[in-house]
Every structure is written in structure tokens, then in C-alpha cells.
């Protein structure tokens, strides 16, 4: 019995010991998932170039899995969604944003309104309109157009005037629809913020905003801040090229954009990469960084 009691107490006293060296593991709190804060701007995808050639479901998994919150479907892209589709084929593409964790946006698309040809204007404004009813029926949020050059045979007021009537007869046509009209800072010297504003001073519709595009040429002029204040009342949606260029104060844009209290999404437009789903992973980290949220 001596013996027993004294093998006892001594395996006793071992598991005690043990039990003490493991409870400070077992009583420290588990680091947090995530140290990021939240951020009042969406982050996004565009589909050029990166995801150029995903098909929806893998869209939907990459993004999900990079905690990128929406995308912006560019036109003959491998995802397929153009005017083509069926209803039904429509109706199951919303389903299939509808049930994930990733919003479609919007559609982007490559119709403008400069040229000089009236039969041809009106056929780009009728296809967008069909491009705005697709956007309605597969969810989407709005269309992205652009104005991309000045004819030089006709003198730039006049183009200006052209683009600006134009986007407002698709405004009228995307509010029946609630379908917002971005236009995308975009083209030879149409891209100028004044320009920008003039289209869209005379457009003169709550539908039709600006797709801020984050190109060197918006600090030209009086430079980045007194360009953003031209559109800032306008900004509908942004794009973003690689933010580690330094050729671009993204910093500077977040920051106004916040401050400005902008709340909608800033789309990634960058190239196509072996392992995309890291390259976004990296993309959000330097995105939420720059506001000072991680």
C-alpha cells in the first residue's frame, strides 16, 4: 500500500504538473482572424485582363475566396454575357450572383458617342439600350460607357455636345430600367477631367455619372485634386490599375474618395497573373492599407 500510495501521488503530481504548463495555452485568447478594418469603399474586379478568360463560377469562387465584394463584366469576355442570351439563360446568371457573396455590379461595355456618323450614333445608342436591358435582367446595378476620341473633323464643342445628349437620352432610358449610366474617364484627350465635365454637365441626369478611371492624365491641368473636385458630386463607380505603380498617388485618391464619402465600389483592373487569387489577395491588403485600415 506505501508503495501504491507513493506511485499515486507521484503520477498525480506529474498530471498536475502537466495540467499547469498547458493551461496558460489553453486559457490565451485566439488571435483575431483578421486584424483589417472594415472599409466604407467596395473593392471589385473588372474582368479585363485579369479574369478575361473566367468563366461565372469561377469568377464567383476567386473573388469570393479574395474577399472581393462585386465585379463589372467587360463585353466578350469568356463569361458570356452579352445581349445573346435567352431569358432563361438571364435568369440564371442573376441566380447564380444572387446566391453567392459576389455582386454583379455592372456591365461593362465599349459603345461611345463621338462619331460624326448619325446612322451610326443612333445604332450605338439603340445597342447600348439593349445592353441596359440585359443589365436589368441578369442584376446588375448599371453599364459602363466611354467616350474615346474627338473626330478631327469636327470642332470639340460639338462632339462634347453629341456625347452629352446622347448620355442623357440613356439616362432617361436607364432610370426606367434602374440602370445607372458610368461614364468612364476614357479616350485621346476625351479622358481631360474638364471634358469629362462637360459631358456630363450637359447630359444633365441624376442617372448618368462619371467611372473615375485613375489614368496618369487626371494630373495634368491644376492636378489630381482640382480634377476630382470637377466630378466628385458625379463619381458612380471607380477603376483602379495596379496600385503599386507609382506613377499614380492612389493614396491620395482613397483618401479623397472617402472623403468625399463615396461608398461604392473600386474595381481592379489589372493584368493577368499564374496565381490570380494571391495577386487579389495582395491587391486588398494594399488597398485597405493605403486607407489605414490594416
Not at 508503495?3 to 495540467?19: H, P
Request: aromatic share 8%; with cysteine.
Amino acid at each position: 500500500m506505501p508503495s501504491s500510495r507513493r506511485t499515486f501521488l507521484k503520477t498525480a503530481g506529474l498530471g498536475a504538473g502537466l495540467v499547469g504548463l498547458a493551461a496558460p495555452r489553453s486559457l490565451a485568447a485566439d488571435p483575431p482572424a483578421s486584424f483589417a478594418k472594415p472599409s466604407r469603399l467596395r473593392l471589385g474586379l473588372v474582368t479585363y485582363n485579369l479574369a478575361k478568360d473566367w468563366d461565372i463560377p469561377t469568377l464567383i469562387k476567386n473573388c469570393d475566396q479574395a474577399k472581393f465584394e462585386g465585379v463589372e463584366l467587360r463585353t466578350t469576355h469568356a463569361h458570356g454575357v452579352e445581349v445573346s442570351l435567352s431569358k432563361d439563360q438571364r435568369a440564371e446568371v442573376k441566380k447564380r450572383f444572387g446566391d453567392s457573396k459576389v455582386e454583379l455590379m455592372g456591365l461593362g461595355s465599349a459603345f461611345d458617342y463621338h462619331t460624326p456618323d448619325p446612322a451610326r450614333l443612333r445604332k450605338d445608342i439603340e445597342a447600348t439600350k439593349e445592353y441596359i436591358v440585359l443589365a436589368q435582367d441578369v442584376g446588375a446595378t448599371g453599364v459602363k460607357v466611354r467616350p474615346n476620341a474627338f473626330p478631327r473633323e469636327v470642332p470639340k464643342e460639338r462632339t462634347l455636345e453629341q456625347i452629352g445628349r446622347s448620355l442623357r437620352e440613356l439616362g432617361e432610358f436607364g432610370a426606367n430600367h434602374g440602370q445607372i449610366i458610368r461614364l468612364e474617364v476614357h479616350g485621346t484627350e476625351t479622358c481631360l477631367l474638364p471634358n469629362i465635365r462637360k459631358m456630363l454637365d450637359i447630359a444633365d441626369h441624376p442617372n448618368v455619372g462619371a467611372c473615375w478611371n485613375s489614368n496618369p492624365d487626371d494630373l495634368k491641368g491644376d492636378g489630381l485634386d482640382a480634377n476630382f473636385d470637377l466630378v466628385k458630386h458625379k463619381i458612380v463607380a471607380v477603376h483602379l490599375r495596379d496600385l503599386c505603380l507609382e506613377d499614380y498617388p492612389f493614396r491620395r485618391l482613397l483618401t479623397r474618395l472617402n472623403g468625399v464619402g463615396f461608398a461604392g465600389f473600386c474595381l481592379a483592373e489589372i493584368p493577368e497573373s499564374a496565381d490570380p487569387v494571391r495577386v487579389m489577395r495582395y491587391y486588398r491588403a494594399l488597398f485597405l492599407a493605403y486607407q489605414g485600415l490594416l
